[in-house]
């Protein structure tokens, strides 16, 4: 996993330097750096521990908390710090996020986020976050997610990252992906979760993944899984019942 940003736990005070600031990093203190910044605090092991997190991590945490407007900006804060009263608490979740990070399992990823989620209180947190993202496609899909249900279009995208839409396209193109792609995945895989609850009726869902139209919704969505919305929330049903019974 190739870190993108890390979350610093101070053991022991030491002064560092972000750029041309001077920082005195008390004992007890977090510390949510970007990736430019980790090696050297491995450089001190027995006065931190580190926990880091990757694109892909990162990613689903913004997708998953729905920040809102998100968009690029010039310069990034490289850092961001805050105190706990509870030290052994904040040291329990680095640790366990330090071990299970790069996993995908619901427990092990909740314990990751709320570790990432103890800095959102900090006013700069989501714009930190959006700047660890080095991936275009992972900005776009980022502020998608901000509203799913919104009419995005090209421009929409592009003026929230000050590029032109031919240079947004062209920088989509060479990660292998478009706009056009990444909308149709991200609504599908949301509309494929709510479905799986059983929740929500088709209507809702087809609100939620942006479609006023309930009719194009079902084609669209049946062109992209084989199966219309109602036959594809029975069969996760049917899965379900035939897990718990252990069959």
């Not at 980790?38 to 729905?66: C, H, M, Q, W």
């Not at 314990?111 to 989620?117: G, Q, V």
Request: glycine share 4%; proline share 2%; aromatic share 14%.
């Amino acid at each position: 996993m190739a870190t993108t940003c890390s979350v610093i736990l101070i053991l022991e005070s030491f002064d560092v330097y972000f750029g041309k600031e001077s920082v005195f990093l008390d004992r007890g203190l977090s510390v949510l750096v970007d990736s430019s910044y980790r090696d050297f605090f491995l450089t001190y092991p027995e006065r931190v521990i580190v926990a880091d997190f990757g694109a892909e991590f990162i990613s689903r945490y913004l997708k998953a908390n729905n920040l809102r407007d998100i968009s690029d900006c010039r310069e990034y804060p490289s850092y961001l710090k805050i105190n706990f009263a509870d030290f052994s608490l904040i040291k329990g979740l680095i640790s366990w996020a330090n071990h299970c990070a790069e996993y995908i399992e619901i427990f092990d990823e909740s314990i990751a986020f709320t570790c990432l989620s103890a800095f959102s209180s900090e006013k700069q947190f989501g714009v930190f976050l959006f700047g660890c993202l080095k991936s275009t496609g992972a900005k776009v899909k980022t502020i998608i997610h901000t509203d799913l249900s919104a009419p995005w279009r090209l421009k929409d995208i592009s003026s929230r990252l000050y590029l032109s839409e031919s240079l947004l396209k062209r920088k989509l193109k060479e990660e292998g992906v478009s706009f056009s792609k990444i909308i149709l995945d991200e609504r599908m895989q949301m509309a494929e979760y709510l479905l799986s609850t059983r929740c929500y009726p088709i209507s809702k869902v087809a609100k939620v993944c942006g479609y006023a139209s309930v009719s194009y919704f079902t084609y669209v969505f049946r062109r992209y899984f084989g199966v219309s919305p109602s036959q594809y929330s029975q069969r996760s049903s049917e899965s379900k019942i035939l897990t718990h019974q252990g069959i």
